[in-house]
Protein backbone atom coordinates (compact mmCIF):
# COMPACT_ATOMS: atom_id res chain seq x y z
CA UNK A 1 0.00 0.00 0.00
CA UNK A 2 1.39 3.27 -1.01
CA UNK A 3 1.39 5.48 2.30
CA UNK A 4 3.71 8.67 1.24
CA UNK A 5 4.90 9.41 4.45
CA UNK A 6 6.43 13.54 4.92
CA UNK A 7 8.75 14.35 7.75
CA UNK A 8 8.82 17.73 8.56
CA UNK A 9 9.55 17.16 12.72
CA UNK A 10 12.86 14.82 12.37
CA UNK A 11 12.09 13.35 15.73
CA UNK A 12 9.18 11.51 13.67
CA UNK A 13 11.97 10.33 11.95
CA UNK A 14 13.52 8.28 15.24
CA UNK A 15 10.19 7.59 16.28
CA UNK A 16 9.60 5.18 13.21
CA UNK A 17 6.59 7.09 12.15
CA UNK A 18 6.60 6.21 8.07
CA UNK A 19 6.60 2.51 9.12
CA UNK A 20 4.17 2.80 12.52
CA UNK A 21 2.11 4.64 9.48
CA UNK A 22 2.54 2.15 7.06
CA UNK A 23 1.81 -0.82 8.78
CA UNK A 24 -1.38 0.87 10.80
CA UNK A 25 -3.09 1.82 7.72
CA UNK A 26 -2.34 -1.47 6.08
CA UNK A 27 -3.93 -3.46 9.02
CA UNK A 28 -7.04 -0.73 8.97
CA UNK A 29 -7.61 -1.60 5.14
CA UNK A 30 -7.14 -4.64 5.66
CA UNK A 31 -9.81 -5.76 8.56
CA UNK A 32 -12.02 -3.98 6.25
CA UNK A 33 -11.57 -6.13 3.38
CA UNK A 34 -9.79 -3.08 1.42
CA UNK A 35 -6.56 -3.95 -0.44
CA UNK A 36 -3.69 -1.91 0.96
CA UNK A 37 -2.14 -2.49 -2.33
CA UNK A 38 -4.79 -0.48 -4.29
CA UNK A 39 -5.00 2.53 -2.06
CA UNK A 40 -3.07 6.07 -1.64
CA UNK A 41 -2.70 7.57 1.81
CA UNK A 42 -0.09 10.83 2.84
CA UNK A 43 0.79 11.13 5.94
CA UNK A 44 2.22 14.72 7.52
CA UNK A 45 4.36 14.24 10.40
CA UNK A 46 4.72 17.61 11.88
CA UNK A 47 5.08 19.28 15.12
CA UNK A 48 2.65 21.02 17.44
CA UNK A 49 3.25 24.32 15.31
CA UNK A 50 2.46 23.49 12.05
CA UNK A 51 -0.54 21.32 13.49
CA UNK A 52 -2.07 24.19 15.09
CA UNK A 53 -1.65 26.08 12.34
CA UNK A 54 -3.71 23.00 9.72
CA UNK A 55 -6.37 22.85 12.57
CA UNK A 56 -6.56 26.73 12.53
CA UNK A 57 -6.95 26.64 8.82
CA UNK A 58 -9.33 24.08 8.32
CA UNK A 59 -11.16 23.46 11.81
CA UNK A 60 -11.71 27.07 13.07
CA UNK A 61 -9.47 25.99 16.05
CA UNK A 62 -6.46 27.37 15.94
CA UNK A 63 -4.46 25.21 19.01
CA UNK A 64 -2.63 21.58 18.69
CA UNK A 65 -4.26 18.41 18.12
CA UNK A 66 -3.20 15.06 18.10
CA UNK A 67 -4.36 13.97 14.28
CA UNK A 68 -6.16 15.64 11.30
CA UNK A 69 -7.58 13.74 8.38
CA UNK A 70 -8.91 14.96 5.29
CA UNK A 71 -10.58 12.63 3.08
CA UNK A 72 -10.61 12.75 -0.09
CA UNK A 73 -14.11 12.53 -0.82
CA UNK A 74 -17.18 12.40 1.68
CA UNK A 75 -17.89 8.43 2.92
CA UNK A 76 -20.11 8.71 5.92
CA UNK A 77 -23.17 6.80 6.98
CA UNK A 78 -26.11 8.31 6.82
CA UNK A 79 -27.75 6.15 9.84
CA UNK A 80 -26.36 6.80 13.09
CA UNK A 81 -24.30 3.34 13.88
CA UNK A 82 -23.83 2.45 10.29
CA UNK A 83 -20.50 1.25 8.88
CA UNK A 84 -20.15 3.78 5.84
CA UNK A 85 -20.15 2.10 2.49
CA UNK A 86 -16.60 1.35 1.29
CA UNK A 87 -14.89 2.90 -1.53
CA UNK A 88 -14.35 1.21 -4.74
CA UNK A 89 -11.32 1.12 -6.84
CA UNK A 90 -10.80 3.27 -9.55
CA UNK A 91 -8.90 5.49 -11.29
CA UNK A 92 -8.05 7.91 -8.48
CA UNK A 93 -6.91 5.71 -5.30
CA UNK A 94 -6.48 8.46 -3.16
CA UNK A 95 -8.23 8.31 -0.06
CA UNK A 96 -7.09 11.38 1.78
CA UNK A 97 -4.24 13.23 3.80
CA UNK A 98 -3.30 12.72 7.59
CA UNK A 99 -1.13 15.34 9.68
CA UNK A 100 0.49 14.08 13.58
CA UNK A 101 2.12 16.53 15.70
CA UNK A 102 4.74 14.84 17.39
CA UNK A 103 4.73 16.94 20.81
CA UNK A 104 0.91 15.97 21.50
CA UNK A 105 1.67 12.33 20.64
CA UNK A 106 4.77 12.20 23.06
CA UNK A 107 2.77 13.68 25.51
CA UNK A 108 -0.63 12.37 25.48
CA UNK A 109 1.90 8.96 25.77
CA UNK A 110 3.13 9.63 28.71
CA UNK A 111 0.66 10.83 30.11
CA UNK A 112 -1.23 7.23 29.22
CA UNK A 113 1.79 5.49 30.17
CA UNK A 114 1.68 3.87 26.70
CA UNK A 115 4.10 3.46 24.45
CA UNK A 116 4.67 6.20 21.73
CA UNK A 117 4.72 3.86 19.06
CA UNK A 118 1.43 2.39 20.53
CA UNK A 119 -0.55 5.60 20.62
CA UNK A 120 1.16 6.84 16.80
CA UNK A 121 -0.12 3.50 15.38
CA UNK A 122 -3.70 3.88 17.59
CA UNK A 123 -3.71 7.40 16.09
CA UNK A 124 -3.16 6.30 12.67
CA UNK A 125 -5.80 3.51 12.54
CA UNK A 126 -8.40 6.36 13.45
CA UNK A 127 -7.39 8.70 10.83
CA UNK A 128 -7.80 6.25 8.66
CA UNK A 129 -11.03 5.02 9.60
CA UNK A 130 -11.83 9.11 9.11
CA UNK A 131 -10.79 9.21 5.68
CA UNK A 132 -12.96 6.20 4.91
CA UNK A 133 -16.10 7.68 6.70
CA UNK A 134 -16.10 6.52 9.94
CA UNK A 135 -16.89 9.15 12.76
CA UNK A 136 -17.37 9.67 16.24
CA UNK A 137 -19.76 12.52 16.79
CA UNK A 138 -22.81 10.55 17.10
CA UNK A 139 -22.61 7.83 20.31
CA UNK A 140 -23.77 5.07 17.71
CA UNK A 141 -21.09 5.82 15.48
CA UNK A 142 -18.48 6.36 18.32
CA UNK A 143 -19.10 2.60 19.57
CA UNK A 144 -18.66 1.11 16.14
CA UNK A 145 -15.95 3.37 15.22
CA UNK A 146 -13.87 2.15 18.94
CA UNK A 147 -15.09 -1.41 18.11
CA UNK A 148 -13.50 -1.07 14.87
CA UNK A 149 -10.08 0.45 16.51
CA UNK A 150 -9.87 -2.08 19.14
CA UNK A 151 -10.25 -4.90 16.65
CA UNK A 152 -7.58 -3.62 14.75
CA UNK A 153 -5.35 -2.61 17.40
CA UNK A 154 -5.39 -6.11 19.25
CA UNK A 155 -4.50 -7.50 15.54
CA UNK A 156 -1.00 -5.09 16.02
CA UNK A 157 -0.37 -5.97 19.37
CA UNK A 158 -1.41 -2.96 20.99
CA UNK A 159 -3.53 -2.83 24.30
CA UNK A 160 -7.23 -1.46 24.21
CA UNK A 161 -6.52 2.57 24.41
CA UNK A 162 -10.13 2.68 26.00
Not at 87 to 111: K, Q, S
Amino acid sequence: MPVEVVIEDDRWQAAGLEALAGRAAAATLSHLGLDPGVWDISVLGCDDARIAVLNGEFRAKPAPTNVLSWPSEERGAAVAGAAPALPLPGPDPELGDIAIAYDTCAREAAGAGRPLADHVSHLVVHAVLHLLGYDHIRDPDATLMEAIEVAILGKLGVADPY
